[in-house]
Protein backbone atom coordinates (compact mmCIF):
# COMPACT_ATOMS: atom_id res chain seq x y z
CA UNK A 1 0.00 0.00 0.00
CA UNK A 2 1.38 3.39 -0.96
CA UNK A 3 2.10 6.27 1.85
CA UNK A 4 3.80 9.16 2.59
CA UNK A 5 5.76 10.15 5.75
CA UNK A 6 6.17 13.93 6.80
CA UNK A 7 8.82 14.43 8.70
CA UNK A 8 8.26 17.53 11.37
CA UNK A 9 4.75 18.09 12.23
CA UNK A 10 6.45 21.82 12.86
CA UNK A 11 8.29 23.63 11.33
CA UNK A 12 9.24 27.77 12.37
CA UNK A 13 11.38 29.57 9.64
CA UNK A 14 12.40 33.72 9.81
CA UNK A 15 10.45 35.24 7.10
CA UNK A 16 12.92 35.58 3.74
CA UNK A 17 14.57 32.27 5.06
CA UNK A 18 14.47 29.11 2.96
CA UNK A 19 11.16 26.70 3.45
CA UNK A 20 11.71 23.23 3.31
CA UNK A 21 9.40 20.69 4.62
CA UNK A 22 10.05 17.22 3.70
CA UNK A 23 7.78 14.46 2.41
CA UNK A 24 8.80 10.73 1.71
CA UNK A 25 6.57 8.42 0.04
CA UNK A 26 6.55 4.49 0.14
CA UNK A 27 5.05 2.97 -2.94
CA UNK A 28 5.55 -0.22 -5.32
CA UNK A 29 4.09 1.42 -8.29
CA UNK A 30 5.17 4.95 -9.70
CA UNK A 31 3.22 7.22 -7.49
CA UNK A 32 1.66 10.42 -8.41
CA UNK A 33 2.42 13.35 -5.85
CA UNK A 34 0.77 16.23 -4.50
CA UNK A 35 1.04 19.09 -2.44
CA UNK A 36 -1.97 20.90 -0.85
CA UNK A 37 -1.95 23.82 1.74
CA UNK A 38 -5.08 24.46 4.19
CA UNK A 39 -5.57 28.15 5.75
CA UNK A 40 -7.06 28.30 9.16
CA UNK A 41 -11.00 27.91 8.63
CA UNK A 42 -10.67 26.79 4.80
CA UNK A 43 -10.34 23.36 2.98
CA UNK A 44 -7.28 22.57 0.97
CA UNK A 45 -5.58 23.96 -1.97
CA UNK A 46 -3.31 22.43 -4.42
CA UNK A 47 0.35 24.27 -4.21
CA UNK A 48 1.80 21.49 -7.10
CA UNK A 49 1.79 18.22 -8.29
CA UNK A 50 3.99 15.31 -9.96
CA UNK A 51 2.65 13.25 -12.82
CA UNK A 52 5.80 12.09 -13.74
CA UNK A 53 6.55 14.90 -17.12
CA UNK A 54 8.91 16.38 -15.35
CA UNK A 55 10.91 15.69 -11.88
CA UNK A 56 11.35 19.57 -11.16
CA UNK A 57 7.77 21.22 -10.12
CA UNK A 58 6.29 24.30 -9.84
CA UNK A 59 3.70 25.54 -8.16
CA UNK A 60 1.44 28.76 -6.67
CA UNK A 61 3.02 31.18 -4.77
CA UNK A 62 6.30 30.49 -5.57
CA UNK A 63 6.67 27.01 -4.13
CA UNK A 64 8.63 24.11 -5.67
CA UNK A 65 9.23 20.28 -5.40
CA UNK A 66 11.31 17.94 -7.00
CA UNK A 67 10.72 14.21 -7.04
CA UNK A 68 13.61 11.71 -5.96
CA UNK A 69 13.08 8.26 -6.87
CA UNK A 70 16.44 7.06 -5.65
CA UNK A 71 15.55 9.03 -2.24
CA UNK A 72 11.72 8.58 -2.26
CA UNK A 73 11.26 11.98 -1.81
CA UNK A 74 9.32 15.12 -2.95
CA UNK A 75 10.45 17.89 -1.05
CA UNK A 76 8.32 21.46 -0.91
CA UNK A 77 10.66 24.47 -0.62
CA UNK A 78 10.56 28.07 -1.33
CA UNK A 79 13.32 30.22 -1.39
CA UNK A 80 12.03 33.13 0.87
CA UNK A 81 9.62 32.55 3.09
CA UNK A 82 6.64 35.28 3.47
CA UNK A 83 4.28 36.11 6.63
CA UNK A 84 1.16 34.41 4.35
CA UNK A 85 2.98 31.10 4.08
CA UNK A 86 2.17 30.19 7.61
CA UNK A 87 -0.26 27.21 7.23
CA UNK A 88 -0.16 23.60 7.69
CA UNK A 89 1.07 21.49 4.31
CA UNK A 90 0.18 18.32 3.54
CA UNK A 91 1.97 15.70 1.24
CA UNK A 92 -0.27 13.12 -0.10
CA UNK A 93 -0.04 10.41 -2.60
CA UNK A 94 -2.24 8.30 -5.68
CA UNK A 95 -1.19 5.21 -6.95
CA UNK A 96 -0.75 5.09 -10.60
CA UNK A 97 -2.94 1.77 -11.15
CA UNK A 98 -6.06 0.45 -10.40
CA UNK A 99 -8.76 2.11 -10.10
CA UNK A 100 -8.64 4.00 -6.73
CA UNK A 101 -8.32 7.97 -7.38
CA UNK A 102 -8.08 8.72 -3.47
CA UNK A 103 -5.17 11.02 -2.21
CA UNK A 104 -3.90 9.31 1.12
CA UNK A 105 -2.38 11.80 2.80
CA UNK A 106 0.38 12.57 5.04
CA UNK A 107 -0.02 13.83 8.56
CA UNK A 108 0.79 17.13 7.57
CA UNK A 109 3.66 20.05 8.62
CA UNK A 110 2.39 22.98 10.68
CA UNK A 111 4.88 26.32 8.76
CA UNK A 112 5.41 28.89 11.10
CA UNK A 113 6.77 32.28 10.19
CA UNK A 114 8.41 34.15 12.42
CA UNK A 115 8.95 38.40 11.58
CA UNK B 1 -20.52 30.50 -6.99
CA UNK B 2 -17.06 28.81 -8.86
CA UNK B 3 -16.10 26.68 -5.53
CA UNK B 4 -16.94 23.35 -4.10
CA UNK B 5 -19.31 24.33 -0.64
CA UNK B 6 -20.62 22.23 1.87
CA UNK B 7 -23.22 22.90 4.18
CA UNK B 8 -23.77 23.00 6.75
CA UNK B 9 -20.40 24.85 7.96
CA UNK B 10 -20.72 23.80 11.68
CA UNK B 11 -23.22 20.89 13.26
CA UNK B 12 -23.26 20.18 16.78
CA UNK B 13 -25.61 17.15 17.72
CA UNK B 14 -26.29 14.78 20.05
CA UNK B 15 -24.65 11.71 20.32
CA UNK B 16 -27.65 8.70 18.62
CA UNK B 17 -28.97 11.56 16.65
CA UNK B 18 -28.46 11.01 12.67
CA UNK B 19 -26.96 13.91 10.79
CA UNK B 20 -26.75 14.58 6.83
CA UNK B 21 -23.86 16.52 5.42
CA UNK B 22 -23.74 18.19 1.83
CA UNK B 23 -21.81 18.99 -0.59
CA UNK B 24 -22.34 20.85 -3.82
CA UNK B 25 -19.24 20.24 -6.38
CA UNK B 26 -17.86 22.22 -9.25
CA UNK B 27 -20.70 22.81 -12.08
CA UNK B 28 -19.58 19.84 -14.65
CA UNK B 29 -17.16 17.79 -12.26
CA UNK B 30 -17.84 14.32 -12.52
CA UNK B 31 -16.31 12.90 -10.08
CA UNK B 32 -16.95 13.64 -6.16
CA UNK B 33 -14.50 12.79 -3.26
CA UNK B 34 -15.70 12.10 1.09
CA UNK B 35 -12.60 12.89 3.25
CA UNK B 36 -12.63 13.07 7.36
CA UNK B 37 -10.32 15.36 9.41
CA UNK B 38 -9.80 14.79 12.99
CA UNK B 39 -6.84 15.41 15.23
CA UNK B 40 -6.68 11.58 15.90
CA UNK B 41 -6.36 10.07 12.53
CA UNK B 42 -5.65 13.22 10.00
CA UNK B 43 -7.12 13.01 6.78
CA UNK B 44 -8.87 10.08 5.71
CA UNK B 45 -10.60 9.10 2.10
CA UNK B 46 -13.98 8.30 3.10
CA UNK B 47 -16.16 7.48 -0.39
CA UNK B 48 -15.25 8.35 -4.26
CA UNK B 49 -18.43 8.73 -6.98
CA UNK B 50 -17.42 9.10 -10.73
CA UNK B 51 -21.20 10.35 -11.56
CA UNK B 52 -23.63 8.79 -9.41
CA UNK B 53 -22.09 5.70 -8.72
CA UNK B 54 -19.62 4.79 -6.18
CA UNK B 55 -16.95 2.38 -7.31
CA UNK B 56 -14.90 2.79 -3.87
CA UNK B 57 -16.59 2.85 -0.46
CA UNK B 58 -13.40 1.53 1.04
CA UNK B 59 -13.13 4.07 3.74
CA UNK B 60 -16.61 4.28 5.32
CA UNK B 61 -15.52 3.65 8.56
CA UNK B 62 -18.81 1.84 9.75
CA UNK B 63 -21.93 0.95 8.24
CA UNK B 64 -23.10 3.54 10.07
CA UNK B 65 -22.35 5.73 7.06
CA UNK B 66 -23.84 5.90 3.80
CA UNK B 67 -23.20 8.37 0.61
CA UNK B 68 -25.44 9.14 -2.34
CA UNK B 69 -25.28 11.60 -4.70
CA UNK B 70 -28.28 12.45 -7.19
CA UNK B 71 -28.09 14.26 -11.21
CA UNK B 72 -23.99 13.74 -11.11
CA UNK B 73 -23.92 16.89 -8.76
CA UNK B 74 -25.11 16.93 -5.22
CA UNK B 75 -23.60 14.62 -2.62
CA UNK B 76 -24.99 13.65 1.08
CA UNK B 77 -23.06 11.95 3.58
CA UNK B 78 -25.23 10.67 5.95
CA UNK B 79 -24.16 9.32 9.36
CA UNK B 80 -26.51 7.54 11.44
CA UNK B 81 -26.61 6.76 14.89
CA UNK B 82 -23.63 9.26 15.74
CA UNK B 83 -20.79 8.21 18.25
CA UNK B 84 -18.56 10.76 19.77
CA UNK B 85 -15.63 9.43 17.74
CA UNK B 86 -17.33 10.62 14.71
CA UNK B 87 -16.14 14.71 15.47
CA UNK B 88 -14.27 15.56 12.90
CA UNK B 89 -14.30 18.01 9.75
CA UNK B 90 -15.72 16.50 7.00
CA UNK B 91 -14.16 17.86 3.56
CA UNK B 92 -15.77 17.08 0.42
CA UNK B 93 -13.95 17.28 -3.23
CA UNK B 94 -14.61 17.20 -6.69
CA UNK B 95 -12.67 17.16 -9.46
CA UNK B 96 -13.31 17.08 -13.45
CA UNK B 97 -13.24 13.78 -14.66
CA UNK B 98 -12.39 11.66 -11.79
CA UNK B 99 -8.51 11.07 -13.21
CA UNK B 100 -5.46 9.51 -10.88
CA UNK B 101 -4.01 12.74 -11.90
CA UNK B 102 -6.52 15.58 -11.69
CA UNK B 103 -6.61 17.73 -8.84
CA UNK B 104 -8.92 17.31 -6.35
CA UNK B 105 -10.52 20.85 -5.05
CA UNK B 106 -11.92 21.15 -1.71
CA UNK B 107 -14.63 22.78 -0.41
CA UNK B 108 -14.24 24.72 3.07
CA UNK B 109 -15.70 21.37 5.16
CA UNK B 110 -18.35 20.85 7.77
CA UNK B 111 -17.35 20.67 11.61
CA UNK B 112 -19.15 17.96 13.06
CA UNK B 113 -19.24 17.91 16.66
CA UNK B 114 -21.26 15.13 18.48
CA UNK B 115 -21.98 15.68 21.93
Known amino acids: AQSVTQLGSHVSVSEGALVLLRCNYS??????LFWYVQYPNQGLQLLLK??????LVKGINGFEAEFKKSETSFHLTKPSAHMSDAAEYFC?????????????FGSGTQLTVLP | GAGVSQSPSNKVTEKGKDVELRCDPISGHTALYWYRQSLGQGLEFLIYFQGNSAPDKSGLPSDRFSAERTGGSVSTLTIQRTQQEDSAVYLC?????????????FGPGTRLTVL
Open chain 2, 93 to 105: ASSLLGGITDTQY
Open chain 1, 27 to 32: SSVPPY
Open chain 1, 50 to 55: YTSAAT
Open chain 1, 92 to 104: AVVISSGSARQLT
